[in-house]
Nanobody, 123 residues
Framework: VQLQASGGGLVQAGDSLRLSCAAS????????MAWFRQAPGKEREIVAS????????YYLDSVKGRFTISRDNAKSTVYLQMNSLKPEDTAVYYC?????????????????WGQGTLVTVSS
């Protein structure tokens, strides 16, 4: 499975971005998916995850109420709508396909990774 992430860019604080991640195979539709991010000098952290049928949604506390994860299994695509962006959201964002239908929080629970898309939020 190959993942192609897109939608990153340079925005100002308070702006919105929508990230998309398309999987090359429909098999990803049977697995949980997630968005992680990694800022310079920091460890990769999970931002949001979603189960295979759109259930079991998880959000990092710092993005709750601002970010929304969703998926379209017909298109094998997962999205991350990011509103009210803050400078601390600046990072490379990665999409990933989980080993199981219900996603976990650890990077080790994910099998396939996208190439990353850079999100930069200026103050």
């Amino acid at each position: 499975v190959q993942l192609q992430a897109s939608g990153g860019g340079l925005v100002q604080a308070g702006d919105s971005l929508r990230l998309s991640c398309a999987a090359s195979k429909r098999t990803a539709s049977n697995n949980g998916m997630a968005w992680f991010r990694q800022a310079p000098g920091k460890e990769r952290e999970i931002v949001a995850s979603i189960g295979w049928a759109g259930q079991n949604i998880y959000y990092l506390d710092s993005v709750k109420g601002r970010f929304t994860i969703s998926r379209d299994n017909a298109k094998s695509t997962v999205y991350l709508q990011m509103n009210s962006l803050k400078p601390e959201d600046t990072a490379v964002y990665y999409c990933a396909v989980a080993l199981r239908s219900i996603p976990g929080k650890s990077p080790s629970e994910y099998r396939y990774w996208g190439q990353g898309t850079l999100v930069t939020v200026s103050s």
